[in-house]
């Protein structure tokens, strides 16, 4: 799943083994998570601190979105409903080791 943030850039995500199809909006909020890990890069000590952030960020997106896998410690799972995932974002990235950006980001305004 590391790769799926580069290639899901369909509006629509297909998987033979998908528990159940994402919306038709699902690559939409992909790109949006997608370029919001991106621009982070910055926030992080170090590359190696961003990539597991990064790769982290993937999983649980699979795992919540693909897998339908409802684990209260997936940060979709805690703030999916808050808009375009940008709260999951920010929050994983604020308990990610290496972190040292703010807060809150002025990313994907």
């Given amino acids: 799943m590391r790769s799926f943030f580069r290639y899901a850039t369909a509006c629509h995500v297909h998987r033979r083994n998908m528990t159940i199809p994402l919306p038709d909006s699902a690559g939409l909020h992909i790109l949006h998570c997608h370029a919001l890990a991106m621009d982070a890069v910055e926030y992080f000590d170090t590359k190696a601190h961003w990539q597991t952030f990064h790769q982290r960020l993937c ?51």
């Fill in 59 to 109: 999983d649980q997106y699979a795992d919540f979105y693909v897998m339908a896998r409802i684990n209260m410690d997936n940060v979709f799972s805690a703030y999916g409903d808050r808009g375009l995932g940008t709260y999951s974002v920010q929050e994983l990235a604020n308990s990610s080791e290496g972190y040292i950006g703010p807060r809150w980001w002025p990313l994907g305004a």
